[in-house]
């Protein structure tokens, strides 16, 4: 029996968007579009287990519906999906109980490509069943068969009184032949001849990842056999039970087998029943990840539209992790994806969760989505009630919040960035940690709630600079200057806090971030320092010395008094350089030494009231004076940063020189 396919209903929709101007009838020939739909139709050849197993899933859960509404009237039946690997035959075999079929829908869905059973059949029962958990699309779900196999079969017996099995098989060209069948209970199997680039399908192993992959979550449960094991397992037990020792046949009895599916995920439970333990095991289970995760947010929606999951705050290592989480997308609780950028935003993708939206517009593949407005609704919501709960617990638990927030910060500021509307709801609960280890928000860290200052109209608001660090071990000298006078600064050590800086400078036009290193503050000056002519004649005849000694005029020396006599030299770089240091980083340009930094950037501080520099001032140059500078210099290079190999080794050289002369 041949027969061309009838286009089905699915490929009319395609090309009247691709082709919104033509009009008219099409014929299309089973030749021109079965080898589209074999190679095109699916990325992923692997792909063909979570079809055929989607397939029997659906005819399961019609038959379901049938019996709740009457029209079946064994509504207790165990129902299930087994699937039998042969890596002796090269078989793989997907039997379900389902409601099974005529030769007549055999016809209709199979031989009439990609005609939708589950659309039929919700046309039919529209006003009696609704439409969860029917996955649909069968005809092309089928054909993802052939990517794999040289030759399909079908058995199927259909549910309905005095039905008559069919069989039908086609080895991928197009012919088919259809026949009476000998299939003796309702549902349907179907069996591939695997092609031999496919082989590893029939591998268990195998089977059971991919079927894990993208069927770990059915509503119907999935067992997997190994015929050929299974077989050797029975021989066994037929042997030992022949022996006639009843304990040696109770050690050999089989098993109960158990699905490999969980068909109640935990994200269709209602989030007040699920303990913390619950949701650290889904969550081991699901990602693989020993860790345990901060936190979750269980999202659940049933208008206007359904939408269900559990999204992870995970625990980062900032330094060392890959900032990149993983959000699995289901529809129905079929695996569709993971990290779908048109339903999660971006920089939600630094978590970890499942979404399961039946509702998605997926393609007729079932494995990308179509361009809808409706996928921003659904983004939308997802940012909405993310940025709901971490709102709303700096609200309500604020200590809880602060405990979290160096492992949350990178994903909420990177959101703050990538989002406005998220940034808006998020601002009041943007913390920093402080230099003694407290958390405070910018208006506490400030001081005064600059809302509530009374000022002129036409008075421009006072500009405040937010002191802040990035490495408190290369900082520490600046940061003890600060300790010492009673200052405070900000810990801004993360990759993302650099763009973060900019974004909050914008946000706040009145505070500009300035790095405690960058400059001097007056609070560390010695306010009763000397500043007649005398006293700037020495200034100069210092900075003078230095540029000599290191031959380097266009170095930015600078002579200061400052209140702490210990420090003799420090390094200060403009907040502009280093933020363009900070942003060739950010661009892999890792590793970039210092010394490679314009001049301009770079200013030598060196302290009047420190013993050694005062005595580079007051006496006149000797052997060592060349050595002290040099010295000077490369400590207070020191603070800023690592020294080239070669200034290091000079640096370590001429210590040990200086030693000897003391």
Known sequence: MTEDFGISKGVILMANEEFKEMRGSLTIN????????????????????????????????????????????????????????????????????????TAEEVDQYINQVAFSGAADFLKKYKDKANSDQIIGHFGLGFYSAFMVADKVTIDSLSYKADAVPVHWESDGGTEYTMTEGKREGHGTTVKLYLNEDSLEFCNRYKAYEVIDKYCGFMPVEIYLHDVKEEAEKAKKAMEDAGKDNKDTAEKTEPEEPKPVNDTNPLWNENPSKVTKEQYTEFYR?????????????????????????????????????????????YNTQVFIADNIKEVIPEYLMLLKGVIDCPDLPLNVSRSALQNDGFVKKISDYITKKVAEKLSGMFKVDREEYEKYWDDISPFIKYGCIKDSKFGDKMKDAIIFKDLSGKYVTLPEYLGADEKNDAKPEDKEPEKKNVYYVTDEKEQAQYINMFKREGLNALILDQIIDTPFIGFEEEKNENVSFVRIDSDLTDAVRDENAACDEESKKLDEKLCALFKKVLGNDKLNVKAESLKNDEVAAMMTMSEEGRRMQEMMKMYAMYGMPAEELSDKDLTLILNKNNKLVKKLMDETETDTTDMIVKQLYDLAYLSHGNLSPERMTDFIKRSQELMLKL
């Open 285 to 329: 289970k699901v990602f693989h990840d020993y860790r345990e995760p901060l936190f979750q947010i269980h999202l659940n929606m049933d208008y206007p539209f359904n939408l269900k999951g559990i999204l992870y705050f995970p625990k980062i290592n900032t330094k060392y992790d890959n900032l990149e989480g993983t959000i699995k997308l």
């Open 30 to 101: 089973s030749e021109n579009i079965f080898p589209i739909i074999k190679k095109w139709l699916y990325q992923d050849h692997d792909i063909f287990y979570r079809e055929l197993i989607s397939n029997g899933c659906d005819a399961v859960t019609k038959l379901k519906k049938l019996a709740l509404i009457g029209e079946y009237d064994k509504k207790d039946e165990k129902y299930r999906i087994d699937v039998y690997v042969d890596p002796d035959e090269k078989t793989i075999t997907v039997c379900d109980n389902g409601l099974g079929m």
